[in-house]
């Protein structure tokens, strides 16, 4: 029996054993946004919980809101664990599955060695032996229930004599059978006499302390596993350093920043100018806040920029005897006879207005729905406006004609200024075609700008979204 038990245990041994030199040398690489199956990820202090952040970032002035962004590099991600763990794997010539191989013996040897090791020498040799038709539980049921006491319900409940009896039937057929089963279960019945005895026969913690002392292969094994396991236990700590070291890396040279991209922030807005609604505006926002505090929380210092651009202005264009400085005179102008005006034409306004400045926001938390507090002005650094506005209306008082009479107003209205508009202007009396009378007069009128650039005056509310 003993010997049968040594040469089956060499056996098995060497099928365990031979993997660890066989299986190919160059790391299996299956690096991406998952994690390599085969790999013990808890083993490794550095979790891949960071990466590349973004957040959503809200900028209101009024009632208009920009939308940008909060990016930064946090700790390290899955993509650069799996690249470490690769680049280790290949460093010290491993694989994959030289790994798991390693730590699947070394998890059942941690268990108990020897008790493994009896277990499959004796259920090896018990493994030749097919269980009879009509048995309630197979052999090696049976030798689970004598030796650890182990069994499912099912066994349990089966009767013990009748496996008993079974056992013993099959073994006496296959020793009638003769061949190479017939010797293994003439070995089996020999060394243990009858099957009810086998738990107290064949011990298995006793098998393999015999075993481990009888046999150097068993002694050389035990110290090949324990020199592998350096290695497994090594990848691990070198993975974590690696790791660990990246990620302090990440955090300290990590730029985050609040960019708002003028591509994406083209906003309109209806406002009032000269007093008259309906005019509307486009704005621009753009620039970026950065951080140097290597985390989403901190003081963000930038330039931001905001375009504005008339896009339409008709309402002014088409409406100026309304405006507040000429109403006035037209007032007067029409009080004098009955002048109506008989030409309108001009030019499109032209308003842009280019404004920068530093902004500093201050992010005390990075949890939740963020409000930071906002210091600085967009008109610190640069602040420049280019407007452009001509008119040129006519009014003539036709109610003498019949005495070839007429009374005849040009008015010519530029500006390039948001709060005054000249108008340079002549009023005469045409008898017969004859200038009788003629007055030329110049009139700078003032102006309110109205609504058109509020959003200058507005403190920017910024939103961050940390979800």
């Not at 054993?17 to 199956?37: C, F, K, N, Q, R």
């Not at 990246?246 to 990590?254: F, I, P, R, V």
């Not at 920043?257 to 007093?275: A, E, L, M, S, V």
Request: proline share 4%.
């Amino acid at each position: 029996m003993r010997q049968m038990i040594k040469i089956i245990a060499i056996i098995l041994s060497l099928v365990i054993i031979l993997p660890l030199y066989v299986v190919p040398m160059s790391a299996a690489g299956t690096s991406g946004s998952g994690e390599i199956p085969g790999i013990d990820y808890n083993r490794i202090t550095q979790k891949a919980e960071g990466g590349k952040q973004s957040y959503k970032v809200d900028l209101k002035l009024g009632d208009v809101t920009f939308s940008g962004e909060l990016t930064g590099q946090a700790g390290i991600s899955i993509e650069e664990l799996n690249e470490i763990i690769e680049e280790t794997l290949r460093e010290k010539d491993l694989t994959v599955d030289r790994i798991k191989l390693i730590s699947k013996i070394a998890s059942q040897v941690e268990k108990d060695a020897k008790l493994y090791w009896g277990d499959q020498i004796v259920e090896g040799l018990l493994s030749y032996i097919p269980t009879p038709p009509g048995a309630p539980i197979g052999i090696n049921d049976y030798y689970a229930l004598v030796v650890h006491g182990e069994a499912n319900p099912a066994i349990q409940s089966a009767s013990i004599e009748a496996a008993s009896a079974a056992a013993e039937v099959v073994i006496q057929q296959s020793i009638n059978n003769g061949g190479r089963v017939g010797r293994i279960a003439e070995t089996v019945e020999s060394g243990t006499g009858r099957i009810p005895m086998l738990g107290q026969i064949v011990n298995t913690a006793k098998v393999a302390l015999d075993w481990s002392k009888g046999s150097e292969r068993f002694e050389n094994y035990l110290k090949l596993l324990e020199k592998n396991l350096e290695i497994v236990n090594d990848f691990y700590a070198t993975c974590s350093r690696r790791a660990v070291a990246l990620a302090e890396s990440n955090d300290k040279d990590s730029v985050w920043k609040i960019k708002f991209d003028g591509r994406k922030n083209y906003r309109t807005y209806n406002c009032t100018f000269w007093n008259i609604p309906g005019n509307m505006m486009s704005c621009t926002l753009s620039g970026e806040l950065v951080s140097s505090g290597g985390g989403p929380e901190g003081a963000y210092t930038g330039t931001l920029s905001l375009e504005f651009n008339a896009v339409d202005f008709s309402p002014v264009e088409g409406n100026l005897e309304r405006t507040p400085g000429l109403a006035p005179i037209m007032s007067v102008l029409h009080s004098a006879g009955a002048y109506q005006k008989v030409s309108d034409s001009g030019e499109k306004t032209i308003l842009r207005r280019s404004a920068r400045g530093t902004v500093t926001v201050y992010v005390g938390s990075s949890e939740g729905n963020v409000k930071p507090e906002v210091s600085g002005s967009l008109t610190s650094e640069g602040d420049e406006t280019i407007f452009s506005f001509r008119r040129d209306m006519e009014w003539r008082d036709e109610s003498m004609a019949q005495y070839q009479s007429i009374g005849i107003t040009e008015a010519h209205f530029v500006t390039a200024d948001l709060g005054e508009i000249t108008m340079r202007s002549n009023s005469r009396v045409l008898y017969k075609g004859e200038v009788k009378t003629s007055k030329d007069s110049i009139e700078v009128l003032s102006q309110d700008p109205g609504t058109v650039f509020d959003l200058l005056k507005k403190t920017p509310a910024i939103t961050i979204y940390f979800k």
